[in-house]
């Protein structure tokens, strides 16, 4: 029998409407799932916004405070999207409330904040979902099942790139994500926290790491009015960018292996160049998410020039089949989210961890502390 389950979207961006969305779908691709999710409430502190999202999308109420859900026992699950230095506050609130929680990356602005949020989940007997949507790829998880096989021997090196124009124009507006208090570090926390899930999936643990750290567009314009995602600013205040637009960094692996990670938010010319180049003693595997569906293979005896070939995933490739029915046929960004809905809910369901957890998270987190010290520091540093 299917039960339903309240949720509520805390943060009604761009992000907060994909959540939504994946929850609408989510029982249409996964109808084995034993739970129905039922949009109850939306908050939001921008004047009309929750409202506007409660009459297309049909939550019963809206909100401008989120502690109004924390308080709703019509709710069991809550979805966080709102800004990162809201993330610590409200993920420790709802989980102390007895809501099992979908949080997005990077959970805070440090790896303490992380930690918080994990503790007050695992003191609450809830669960707790992150928002790493890149390993949801069906690709991605193929490239982990022929890593974790031996098909390409044993990994030696790893590229790993997030490259985006996002933040490239000059006149984007000085919002929360460019200021330290309130957006942490930058594109550390909000691509290369990405970068970082995608090499722990399918690599392993970091032991070590060296960071280098840039900021190319120093001063950019106050907002004059509420923003949502990537807005344009002209005739503000200017101010400073507090935090990182650039970040390379080296990756030593428990295994042995080394790696290499560059994410960037000001690439003039890249629209989402997110993958990676996996190398080892035998193969390769490489990934892009703008072909998400694509997986670049080299395997065999030959070692020196041994071709690449290219896998199209399909059925058996992750959760492709909740899709489509072949290989090739493609899938979007949005699916990704609907994937993680369903980890999600299945977690409620059965009452153990399904997806990335706050544990990834943590990890996660405290590497991007890490090459923060490093870049400071000039030395090779180690996750704490």
């Known amino acids: 029998m299917v039960s339903a389950l309240g949720v509520a979207v805390v943060g009604f961006g761009w992000m907060g409407r994909v959540h939504t969305q994946a929850y609408s779908r989510v029982r249409h691709h996964f109808p084995q799932l034993d739970l129905r999710p039922e949009l109850i409430a939306v908050a939001d502190d921008v004047p009309g916004r929750a409202e506007e999202a409660a009459a297309r999308y049909g939550f019963s109420t809206a909100a401008r405070d989120w502690r109004e859900i924390a308080a709703d026992p019509r709710i069991g699950a809550v979805s966080i999207a709102a800004p990162n230095f809201l993330h ?3 993920g420790v609130a709802m989980a102390e409330a007895g809501k099992h929680i979908w949080i997005e990356k990077p959970v805070g602005l440090t790896a303490d904040d992380a930690r918080a949020v994990a503790r007050a989940v695992t003191k609450a007997g809830v669960q707790g979902t992150v928002g790493f949507n890149y390993r949801n790829a069906p690709a991605v998880a193929a490239a982990r099942e022929l890593i974790l096989s031996g098909g390409i021997g044993t990994v030696t090196h790893a590229r790993i790139r997030l490259l985006s124009d996002y933040a490239a124009h000059p006149e984007g507006a000085l919002t929360w994500r460019f200021e330290r208090e309130r957006g942490g ?3 550390l926390g909000d691509l290369a926290s990405h970068g970082v899930d995608l090499a722990r999936f399918l690599l392993g643990d970091i032991t070590s790491l060296f960071a280098d750290t840039a900021v190319f567009v120093p001063e950019r314009a106050r907002p004059t009015g509420a923003t949502a995602g990537h807005t344009r600013s002209t005739g503000g205040v200017p101010g400073p960018v507090e935090n990182e637009d650039y970040v390379s960094c080296l990756l030593r692996f428990a295994s042995g292996a080394r790696g290499v990670l560059e994410a960037c938010r000001v690439s ?3 629209q989402n160049n997110y993958g990676f180049e996996i190398h080892g003693t035998r193969g390769a595997a490489h990934w892009d998410f703008r072909r ?3 997986l670049g293979v080299s395997t065999g005896t030959s070692y020196q020039d ?3 070939s290219t896998l199209f995933v399909g059925p058996g490739d992750g959760e492709y089949a909740a899709f489509q029915p072949g290989a090739a046929n493609s899938m979007g960004y949005d699916d990704l989210k609907v994937i993680e809905a369903y980890r999600f809910l299945r977690s409620v369901a059965e009452g153990a961890p399904h997806g990335a957890t706050l544990d990834d ?12 010290r490093s870049a400071d520091r000039g030395t090779w540093v180690s996750p704490a």
Do not use: N, T, Y
């Open 361 to 372: 998270a943590v990890h996660s987190a405290s590497a991007l502390d890490a090459m923060s």
């Open 185 to 187: 570090s930058g594109v």
């Open 88 to 90: 610590r506050e409200i």
């Open 268 to 270: 003039v010319g890249e």
């Open 306 to 308: 041994q071709p690449v």
């Open 292 to 294: 998400m569906g694509e």
